[in-house]
């Protein structure tokens, strides 16, 4: 086999050359330590891997060579077309490479072998091969997300998950839609529950932990990062030299991997909340209560597949149903969504036998899903809210957490907001609450206008924080009203740290895809954070800073910034993007 892998390597294809070049040696490798003549053996190894040998060593790089050997020979296979031949070399592969010690639970190495037996498997359609290599792949790699995750910072777990986040979102949706099994639609599940939100959650993760448990040293440690990254992403660190922006950057990085590895070693694991399974969910339901996860499986760049993964009390397995393609959802008018039931006949209708004896529905949306309130939609002649009570979440695995509701001691209420409200009267207002804003900043005069198509008002939501106010009063529960220019974006981030039970805010939100933002792209809103220009543009950090500052929630003076008002240093302009609510 070695002198044929060599004899192909002057193949003209550069990648089957490469592939041979480096197979040969291995294979006689394996060869040549089979015979007993080591020397000539790890000498073709040590031509290809580093290894530091000692005298007790040798099964070890036997085992690797054959495990090595192995691996190439059915990539070698698979070239040629015989995939049950490549199946049984990396079945063998793995089993040589579990003989050793010492390389570690999560090793890339066994994760590639695993994936080219699940790959293998699924050319040859043998399925019950397959269904055993996704459940131990599935399980491998869920402890070796976790695994790195520990020590990682944000901007590396950001680019580790986009490495390896396609297993969980678009091949087992793929295959679960493909060959739908019982294996696969718990294997789903579980991957919906893992995907969703991972980044966020393990962000979020962070704080509750150190909050919960931390000593002074890491909350400490924590909030000198945190004052870091404030500052970074400030207006005012937008006039600092690159090299001052470079240096700063450079802290956080130190300060960030000095949080995670203190926190590792003091509080443990903190990604243990982040690996939930579809078992747990199900545990976590009562009686009338279902759980949706919903999945979106890339098919072809022009078939989209929308389905639901259901699971109730007493379900053996996640129940699947497949719902539509994108082209049929972005293709209803958009006034069309709340006006008419198009919307609901695609997502709801398909669910109604799994939906029988249900009242209580906690879901997770995915794709186009994340711009619809579908929860609002119109159902027979009603909405779907008046039929079930439905509870949008970032990932179902949140059941598995939930906390008895809290007694509501306190109710901060916005509502009747002024959108158009100038930096004078907002600035008054600041005053009047003692909020902090520009050093030296005086007002000028008050230019009230009304731009033509400028914010819709919503006057009734005055009225509503009003009669709720009236409705707390009656069972003695405090509140704050904050009202028209009142309702300022400063007035919500002096709630950090001193948040109310109960917080109510009537406002107009936005969602943009990347298109519909470029019409905003030069506003001061869209370009908050100072860290996008430190960046690569392809960067998932990046990526995932400009999705975050593409939605938010509008306040006081925010018809201003959209229309390129500019608002005075260290005084916000009335947008509340997801990406300021996220340092809250």
Same mark, same amino acid.
Not at 462 to 477: N, P, R, Y
């Given at each position: 086999?070695?002198?044929?892998?060599?004899?192909?390597?002057?193949?003209?294809?550069?990648?089957?050359?490469?592939?041979?070049?480096?197979?040969?040696?291995?294979?006689?490798?394996?060869?040549?330590?089979?015979?007993?003549?080591?020397?000539?053996?790890?000498?073709?190894?040590?031509?290809?891997?580093?290894?530091?040998? =000692?005298?007790? &060593?040798?099964? =070890?790089?036997?085992?690797?060579?054959?495990?090595?050997?192995?691996?190439?020979?059915?990539?070698?296979?698979? @070239? =040629?077309?015989?995939?049950?031949?490549?199946?049984?070399?990396?079945?063998?592969?793995?089993?040589?490479?579990?003989?050793?010690?010492?390389?570690?639970?999560?090793?890339?190495?066994?994760?590639?072998?695993?994936?080219?037996?699940?790959?293998?498997?699924?050319?040859?359609?043998?399925?019950?091969?397959?269904?055993?290599?996704?459940?131990?792949?599935?399980?491998?790699?869920?402890?070796?997300?976790?695994?790195?995750?520990q020590t990682m910072t944000y901007q590396e777990r950001c680019d580790f998950w986009a490495k390896y986040g396609g297993w969980f979102n678009v091949q087992i949706p793929n295959a679960t839609l493909e060959i739908p099994s019982d294996t696969l639609l718990r294997e789903a599940y579980n991957s919906m529950l893992m995907g969703k939100g991972i980044l966020l959650n393990s962000e979020l993760e962070v704080p509750r932990l150190i909050d919960k448990k931390g000593n002074e040293e890491i909350k400490q440690l924590y909030k000198n990062f945190q004052q870091h990254k404030a500052l970074l992403a400030s207006q005012q660190a937008s006039k600092w030299s690159t090299h001052d922006k470079d240096s700063l950057q450079h802290v956080l990085y130190q300060e960030e991997k000095d949080v995670m590895f203190v926190l590792r070693e003091q509080l443990?694991?903190?990604?243990?909340?982040?690996?939930?399974?579809?078992?747990?969910?199900?545990?976590?339901?009562? &009686?009338?209560?279902?759980?949706?996860?919903?999945?979106?499986?890339?098919?072809?760049?022009?078939?989209?597949?929308?389905?639901?993964?259901?699971?109730?009390?007493?379900?053996?397995?996640?129940?699947?149903?497949?719902?539509?393609?994108?082209?049929?959802?972005?293709?209803?008018?958009?006034?069309?969504?709340?006006?008419? &039931?198009?919307?609901?006949?695609?997502?709801?209708?398909?669910?109604?036998?799994?939906?029988?004896?249900?009242?209580?529905?906690?879901?997770?949306?995915?794709?186009?899903?994340?711009?619809?309130?579908?929860?609002?939609?119109?159902?027979?002649?009603? @909405?779907?809210?008046?039929?079930?009570?439905?509870?949008?979440?970032?990932?179902?695995?949140?059941?598995?957490?939930?906390?008895?509701?809290? &007694?509501?001691?306190?109710?901060?209420?916005?509502?009747?907001?002024?959108?158009?409200?100038?930096?004078?009267?907002?600035?008054?207002?600041? @005053?009047?609450?003692?909020?902090?804003?520009?050093?030296?900043?005086?007002?000028?005069?008050?230019? =009230?206008?009304?731009?033509?198509?400028?914010?819709?008002? @919503?006057?009734?939501?005055?009225?509503?924080?009003?009669?709720?106010?009236?409705?707390?009063?009656?069972?003695?529960?405090?509140?704050?009203?904050?009202?028209?220019?009142?309702?300022?974006?400063?007035?919500?981030?002096?709630?950090?740290?001193?948040?109310?039970?109960?917080?109510?805010?009537?406002?107009?939100?936005?969602?943009?895809?990347?298109?519909?933002?470029?019409?905003?792209?030069?506003?001061?809103?869209?370009?908050?954070?100072?860290?996008?220009?430190?960046?690569?543009?392809?960067?998932?950090?990046?990526?995932?800073?400009?999705?975050?500052?593409?939605?938010?929630?509008?306040?006081?003076?925010?018809?201003?910034?959209?229309?390129?008002?500019?608002?005075?240093?260290?005084?916000?302009?009335?947008?509340?993007?997801?990406?300021?609510?996220?340092?809250?």
């Amino acid at each position: 086999i070695a002198e044929e892998m060599l004899s192909l390597s002057s193949s003209t294809d550069e990648v089957f050359n490469h592939l041979c070049q480096w197979t040969g040696p291995f294979m006689l490798a394996q060869g040549y330590i089979g015979k007993g003549d080591r020397d000539l053996g790890l000498a073709n190894i040590m031509t290809l891997k580093d290894m530091e040998l =000692k005298g007790d &060593d040798i099964g =070890k790089t036997v085992a690797y060579s054959t495990s090595i050997g192995g691996m190439m020979s059915s990539i070698v296979k698979m @070239l =040629k077309g015989d995939y049950q031949g490549a199946m049984a070399q990396a079945q063998h592969a793995l089993k040589e490479y579990d003989r050793l010690e010492g390389f570690g639970e999560n090793n890339q190495m066994r994760l590639n072998i695993l994936n080219a037996i699940t790959t293998f498997a699924w050319q040859e359609g043998d399925r019950a091969t397959l269904m055993d290599a996704v459940v131990e792949q599935s399980l491998y790699l869920r402890n070796f997300v976790r695994a790195h995750f520990q020590t990682m910072t944000y901007q590396e777990r950001c680019d580790f998950w986009a490495k390896y986040g396609g297993w969980f979102n678009v091949q087992i949706p793929n295959a679960t839609l493909e060959i739908p099994s019982d294996t696969l639609l718990r294997e789903a599940y579980n991957s919906m529950l893992m995907g969703k939100g991972i980044l966020l959650n393990s962000e979020l993760e962070v704080p509750r932990l150190i909050d919960k448990k931390g000593n002074e040293e890491i909350k400490q440690l924590y909030k000198n990062f945190q004052q870091h990254k404030a500052l970074l992403a400030s207006q005012q660190a937008s006039k600092w030299s690159t090299h001052d922006k470079d240096s700063l950057q450079h802290v956080l990085y130190q300060e960030e991997k000095d949080v995670m590895f203190v926190l590792r070693e003091q509080l443990g694991d903190y990604t243990n909340r982040l690996d939930v399974t579809w078992e747990q969910v199900r545990g976590a339901l009562k &009686d009338g209560e279902s759980a949706i996860e919903f999945m979106v499986s890339p098919l072809a760049e022009d078939s989209v597949v929308y389905s639901a993964l259901v699971v109730r009390p007493g379900y053996e397995n996640p129940h699947l149903v497949r719902l539509f393609t994108e082209e049929q959802l972005t293709g209803i008018e958009q006034s069309q969504v709340y006006t008419t &039931d198009k919307a609901s006949r695609l997502i709801w209708c398909p669910l109604k036998n799994e939906l029988r004896g249900i009242n209580t529905i906690y879901f997770s949306s995915v794709g186009q899903l994340h711009n619809i309130g579908i929860e609002f939609l119109p159902m027979e002649e009603s @909405l779907i809210s008046d039929i079930y009570k439905l509870y949008r979440l970032s990932s179902t695995r949140e059941i598995v957490f939930r906390q008895p509701s809290p &007694d509501v001691s306190m109710a901060v209420l916005y509502g009747g907001i002024d959108y158009a409200a100038g930096v004078d009267a907002i600035y008054r207002n600041n @005053l009047v609450q003692h909020i902090p804003t520009t050093n030296g900043y005086r007002p000028r005069s008050i230019h =009230k206008r009304h731009a033509i198509n400028g914010i819709e008002l @919503l006057p009734e939501t005055a009225k509503e924080v009003e009669q709720i106010t009236s409705l707390l009063a009656k069972s003695e529960i405090s509140t704050q009203s904050f009202l028209h220019q009142q309702a300022t974006e400063e007035s919500v981030k002096m709630l950090s740290g001193h948040t109310p039970t109960l917080l109510h805010i009537a406002t107009h939100g936005y969602f943009w895809s990347k298109e519909e933002s470029r019409i905003y792209g030069d506003k001061s809103f869209m370009q908050q954070s100072v860290l996008l220009t430190l960046m690569d543009e392809n960067s998932q950090v990046a990526a995932e800073d400009r999705i975050m500052s593409r939605t938010g929630l509008l306040f006081a003076g925010a018809e201003q910034s959209m229309f390129g008002k500019e608002f005075p240093k260290n005084m916000d302009d009335g947008i509340l993007t997801s990406q300021e609510i996220s340092r809250l």
